[in-house]
């Protein structure tokens, strides 16, 4: 079993959608939980960061992260085509500078 | 831009070949990253750098290397290439100076390497 699973996809929905993205793990260790969205041929960047478990929100974007459970959810509120991208989530166990595990990611195509 | 910086963004070899790859950290972060991505297998971390020294170690193999130097940028040397190193081999910093802190890493935009 790996340490994150995630469906890669790919994942379409028309534009306004909302979308949602998750992931499971296995180590009930990680305590910091991040999305990365990856554009085609670009590198990583950082999407949402949540400590712990709970929920955060920044304009159309929210994570929430169920430690009971292992499981991690981004969700998209009115997707617009410009969310095209593989989303991948990723944690780690520590603060400061420990490394980061990533799930695999999930391809999103949004439709006009 | 990230402020994260890669070097060169493509590289063409052949198999038995060298290879440097160049990274540049934001300003700022002490802590280098180097992660290898490919279709099957994802996002793979090979070894991480703390302010000049080896911090972690992934899944690298014996003939890749990397080295952090005093300035702070980061070389990840590759021999012996083979067909299967193709990839995108990516360089992340994070961090700053308060070591408490994870908010992540920051991303440069990958080298792409093809092994011919």
């Known amino acids: 079993q790996k340490e994150v699973e995630q469906d890669p996809g790919p994942l379409s929905v028309p534009e306004g959608a909302i979308v949602s993205l998750n992931c499971t793990y296995s180590n009930s260790a990680f305590q910091y939980f991040m999305w990365y969205r990856q554009y085609s041929r670009k590198g990583p960047e950082l999407l949402m960061y949540?400590?712990?478990?709970g929920n955060k929100e920044d304009g159309r974007f929210t994570a929430q992260v169920d430690k009971s459970s292992k499981y991690i959810s981004l969700f998209i509120r009115d997707s617009q085509p410009s969310d095209s991208a593989t989303y991948l989530c990723?944690?780690?166990?520590?603060?400061?500078?420990?490394?980061?595990?990533f799930g695999k990611g999930t391809m999103l195509l949004v439709s006009p | 831009d990230s402020g994260v910086t890669q070097t060169p963004k493509h590289l063409i070899t052949a198999t038995g070949q060298r290879v440097t790859l160049r990274c540049s950290p934001r300003?700022?972060?002490?802590?280098v990253y180097w992660y290898q991505q490919s279709l099957d297998q994802g996002l793979q971390f090979l070894i991480q750098y703390y302010n000049g020294e080896e911090r972690a170690k992934g899944n690298i193999l014996e003939r890749f290397s990397a080295q952090q130097f005093p300035d702070l940028h980061s070389e990840l040397n590759l021999s012996s290439l083979e067909l299967g190193d193709s990839a995108l081999y990516f360089c992340?910093?994070?961090?700053?100076?308060?070591?408490?802190?994870?908010?992540?890493?920051?991303f440069g935009s990958g080298t792409r390497l093809t092994v011919v």
């Open positions: 990723a944690m780690s166990l520590n603060s400061g500078y420990s490394t980061l595990t």
């Open positions: 992340a910093s994070s961090g700053g100076t308060d070591i408490t802190l994870n908010y992540g890493y920051t």
């Open positions: 300003s700022g972060d002490l802590s």
């Open positions: 949540t400590y712990s478990s």
